[in-house]
Nanobody
Framework: QLQLVESGGGLVQPGGSLRLSCAVSGFTLKDYHIGWFRQAPGKEREGVSCISRDNTVTKYADSVKGRFTISRDSAKNSVHLQLNSLKPEDTAVYYC????????????????????WGQGTQVTVSS
C-alpha cells in the first residue's frame, strides 16, 4: 500500500527554521516525482515545491523561493523540505504528494497531477 507520512511541523517564531520530512512506503521513491503543498485556513491548496524523479529539476513558488529547499534521500526513501526565514504567512498545513511523470526530468506543483497524498503536518509561524 502506497503511503506518505509527513513530520517535522511545529510552532516557530518569525525568522526561524523547520525541516519537514516525508517518509514514503509501498513504492520506490525514484519512480515518482514529489511535491510539497500547503493549505492555510480558508485558502486553496497551494503548490510550494517539487522535485523530479531524477533529482535534476526543482521548482518553487515565488513566495518561498530563496527560503525553502527541497531534497530527496532515496536511500532513506524520504523527501525533505527545509524552511528558512519563516514568515507568519507561511502558516499552513503542509502536505507531500507523489505522482508519476512521463519524463524523469519533469515535476509539477499542480495538485491535480498528484494521486497520492500524505495527511499533512501543521506549521505555525508566530511570535
Amino acid at each position: 500500500q502506497l503511503q506518505l507520512v509527513e513530520s517535522g511541523g511545529g510552532l516557530v517564531q518569525p525568522g526561524g527554521s523547520l525541516r519537514l520530512s516525508c517518509a514514503v512506503s509501498g513504492f520506490t521513491l525514484k519512480d515518482y516525482h514529489i511535491g510539497w503543498f500547503r493549505q492555510a485556513p480558508g485558502k486553496e491548496r497551494e503548490g510550494v515545491s517539487c522535485i523530479s524523479r531524477d533529482n535534476t529539476v526543482t521548482k518553487y513558488a515565488d513566495s518561498v523561493k530563496g527560503r525553502f529547499t527541497i531534497s530527496r534521500d532515496s536511500a532513506k526513501n524520504s523527501v525533505h523540505l527545509q524552511l528558512n526565514s519563516l514568515k507568519p504567512e507561511d502558516t499552513a498545513v503542509y502536505y507531500c504528494a507523489a505522482g508519476l511523470t512521463l519524463f524523469s526530468t519533469m515535476c509539477s506543483v499542480v495538485p491535480g497531477q498528484f494521486p497520492y497524498w500524505g495527511q499533512g503536518t501543521q506549521v505555525t509561524v508566530s511570535s
